[in-house]
Nanobody, 123 residues
């Protein structure tokens, strides 16, 4: 298990930007974990947003955020980031970061989860 804590959520107007951070308190080498971002809006299922391999060389995005969001990581700081631009009201959700052994698009690929951070985009 990896302890994860998200930060950076908040209220932003449509068209604006936010950067989420997810810090790890893992004793294991952070670069050995693939990291993912998911989100869940009220009344909806959890949705894949982005994922990044342990080295950072491979990234993956959900169709709804492709071209607007960028995932990155700093293994020395044990932190993964989600830069969100051109935000839309439909991006409003709780955003979760997750750690897993293998990078994937399913929540089942990730075994450790943070508590989440709220992102609200006003129109």
């Amino acid at each position: 298990q990896v302890q994860l804590v998200e930060s950076g959520g908040g209220l932003v107007q449509a068209g604006g930007s936010l950067r989420l951070s997810c810090a790890s308190a893992s004793g294991r080498t952070f670069s050995s974990y693939a990291m993912g971002w998911f989100r869940q809006a009220p009344g909806k299922e959890r949705e894949f947003v982005a994922a990044i391999s342990g080295s950072g060389s491979s990234t993956y995005y959900g169709d709804s955020v492709k071209g607007r969001f960028t995932v990155s990581r700093d293994n020395a700081k044990k932190t993964v980031y989600l830069q969100m631009s051109s935000l839309k009201p439909e991006d409003t959700a709780i955003y979760y970061c997750a750690a897993g052994r293998v990078v994937g698009r399913s929540s089942k690929d990730f075994g450790s989860w943070g508590p989440g951070t709220q992102v609200t985009v006003s129109s």
